[in-house]
């Protein structure tokens, strides 16, 4: 796979991830900053470590398979692995600024 080929799936990714929401928050979790790491190997594996705003989420299993299967139907995407990780914490500095405009911290 080419370095163009995986710019152009991990910006089908960012679009998608763009697409999920945490019920409770109107916002995306790409611009609240819960997505720490989007790795697309040669092979089209996919591998992301994600967060949530706090580890108690309750939408944590949900929202972590809306991911897993968004990303891994997009094409060129052989298979998708979500990571939940809380290093290093999540806080509002990783949202970015239309989602603290969104959210009114801004």
């Known amino acids: 796979m080419t370095a163009e080929e995986k710019t152009k799936i991990e910006e089908r990714i960012v679009d998608v991830l ?3 929401y ?3 928050i109107p916002v995306n979790i790409y611009d609240l900053g819960l997505i720490y790491k989007v790795d697309v190997k040669d092979s089209g594996d996919v591998e ?3 967060t949530f705003t706090a ?4 939408a944590a299993d949900f929202i972590l398979e809306d991911v897993r299967q968004k990303v891994d ?3 060129g995407v052989k298979s998708a692995t979500v990571n939940l990780v809380f290093e290093p914490t999540w806080d509002q500095s990783m949202m970015t600024e239309e989602a603290r405009v969104e959210l009114g911290f801004e």
């Open 48 to 50: 992301l470590d994600m």
């Open 55 to 58: 580890p108690s989420c309750p």
């Open 22 to 24: 945490d019920p409770e």
């Open 18 to 20: 763009k697409t999920v």
């Open 73 to 75: 139907s997009l094409e």
